[in-house]
């Protein structure tokens, strides 16, 4: 009887050990991983003969990784900086080695790194590189395509692309009418639009999904305003001096809220813009 | 002599079965298979390629353990317990008891490898009733053919655990054998590709010895990644029939080879 109530002590004991050390060790790694310290991928030359027979499940790892690190920084900061990018694209330059079809890295990469930090060349360069690999599909083109229009202006260069995403036996029907409308379209927005509603599409992910929508509730009221300068245009024969003309006028009954806190501007040629450039303020 | 090497390699399987450890692999495979289904959940497009990798993992990670650990155990046990001398006292040839060995470790192997790959499609089956719109690309036939690249990979796996058994001391030196073998056959290749683009983009030519010892590895050691059609079935991409049929034929090959080489040595070895 002596002896069990000395175990049971015993053993209450060293559970109560154990829960203060649990705690302990896992308030200060909370700090450890709030810290913004940058993650490191380990380059593909290692990771490949390492992962020797399970490289697929080592890129599924690899990538969960990644989009948990970015998911946090996006909560944490809403924003992300030019170092995450340099992340973002070895990583996913090393998953697309281990796994080159597996499309979904390939897909982040390029939301990331054009939409968020501007920096269409890398994505550009991981799409290349989808696109070598994934011969018959129709998206790598298309979002090069995309991209050289929207990011860099390059209507030659978004018509070639286009054309070959066109070329693709399961390309959508609307690939071809935006490829012809790059030729022509003086409303990137509009564009921007159908794309991004393409992406939307594409993905489950609810990070993404949320920063998709409200991108593409921004585009919907830049689109809405420019269709009202137009009006005002051909009203009135000239471009309003500021937004404002259009509710004055009766054109608009109000002025939209950009959901990334800027401000809408017109510019000298009835373009209108945002002054958040469809990005969380600081 | 076919009624003696069934009737041994019947035995082996049914000494393997009894094995507690395969119970404790089943239930390792399965649970990585059910992890599977919850993380598949976590992925944006390309979920019928997360739970094709997790199940066809689970499944050859199961393989790789019955194989490296309970297959070698089986046949150190034989001599260990000294249950060697009731068989080759009986008018069994060493090379019989060789072959009739490794029949018995391919047939438990068959019968883990079924039970897992029923447990992997029932894990793939499900991912796809959650999530059917995000399976269009996935081919169960070629999840299957993957399925037997993966026991293609395990019947020369279990070749050459018989073939450092056949004259090793102890297990756990055929299992360091035997997985030094399995790594260098999982990598041999990409380590050749890695170097050869090396000495091409830098114009420094490999040096000789290293490629003599590249090439020496390259045909004496299986390359295990040939089997590996993990990848393709993550993707629904066809596989060839000739390549099908050629790796089935290398398979089958490199087993013969060490199995010959095998019982070449054990009929030297001295045993007691």
């Excluded at chain 1, 790059?182 to 509603?197: N, V």
Aim: glycine share 6%; proline share 3%.
């Amino acid at each position: 009887m002596k002896s069990l109530a000395v175990s049971i002590v015993a053993f209450s004991f060293l559970v109560l050990a154990y829960m203060g050390a649990w705690q302990g060790v896992h308030r200060d790694r909370e700090k450890i991983l709030s810290d913004p310290m940058m993650d490191y991928t380990l380059p593909s030359k290692v990771t490949g003969p390492m992962s020797l027979r399970f490289k697929g499940l080592a890129s599924d790892f690899l990538f969960l990784k990644t989009t948990t690190f970015i998911g946090e920084q996006l909560i944490r900061s809403g924003n992300l900086e030019d170092a995450h990018g340099e992340y973002i694209f070895e990583s996913v330059d090393a998953i697309s080695d281990l796994d080159p079809h597996f499309w979904d890295p390939y897909y982040l990469s390029f939301m990331i790194l054009s939409w968020e930090l501007d920096d269409f060349e890398r994505a550009r360069i991981l799409m290349e590189k989808a696109m070598a690999h994934r011969e018959k599909d129709w998206r790598p083109p298309y979002y090069i395509g995309f991209g050289c229009y929207y990011f860099k202006g390059d209507n030659e260069c978004a018509a070639e692309y286009m054309g070959r995403a066109a070329l693709m036996a399961d390309a959508p029907s609307h690939v071809v009418l935006l490829g012809s409308r790059f030729q022509i379209t003086a409303r990137p927005h509009r564009a921007a639009l159908l794309f991004l509603k393409q992406m939307l599409l594409d993905t489950r992910d609810t990070i993404t999904r949320m920063h998709l929508e409200k991108r593409i509730l921004v585009l919907e009221r830049l689109d809405l305003l420019e269709g009202a300068v137009r009006r005002f245009h051909a009203e009135y024969q000239r471009l309003p001096e500021t937004l404002h003309e259009l509710t004055e006028k009766g054109i608009l009954d109000a002025i939209p809220e950009d959901p990334y806190g800027g401000e809408f501007y017109i510019l000298e040629n009835g373009r209108v813009f945002t002054s958040s450039a469809l990005r969380d303020g600081p | 002599m076919m009624q003696r090497i069934w009737a041994l390699a019947l035995l082996t399987f049914k000494e393997g079965m009894r094995d507690r450890a395969l119970y404790g692999i089943f239930l390792f495979s399965l649970m990585v298979m059910a992890l599977g289904f919850v993380v598949v959940g976590f992925f944006m497009r390309e979920l019928s390629k997360v739970a094709s990798d997790f199940n066809l993992s689970a499944l050859t990670f199961g393989g790789l353990l019955l194989t490296l650990f309970v297959n070698n155990q089986l046949l150190a046990k034989d001599i260990d317990k000294r249950t060697i001398y009731i068989v080759l006292s009986r008018p069994y040839g060493r090379g019989e008891y060789i072959v009739s060995k490794y029949l018995g470790l391919m047939l438990l192997t068959s019968a883990a490898i079924f039970m897992l790959a029923v447990c992997a499609s029932a894990g793939v089956g499900l991912s796809y009733l959650r999530y059917p719109a995000y399976f269009e690309s996935f081919s169960f036939k070629i999840f299957l053919l993957a399925i037997f690249g993966e026991f293609l990979m395990l019947a020369v796996l279990n070749a050459v655990v018989v073939f450092f058994a056949s004259f090793s001391s102890s297990a756990f030196l055929t299992l360091l054998f035997s997985t030094a073998v399995y790594i260098v056959g999982e990598t041999i290749e990409t380590v050749v590709r890695f170097l050869k683009t090396q000495a091409q983009s830098t114009e420094v030519p490999m040096a000789a010895a290293v490629e003599a010892l590249l090439n020496v590895c390259r045909y004496i050691i299986p390359n295990l990644s040939v089997f590996d059609l993990k990848v393709q079935a993550a993707h629904g991409m066809a596989v060839s029939l000739s390549y099908v049929l050629f790796i089935t034929f290398y398979g089958m090959a490199s087993v013969l080879v060490l199995l010959f080489l095998a019982s070449q040595i054990f009929k030297g070895r001295e045993l007691g």
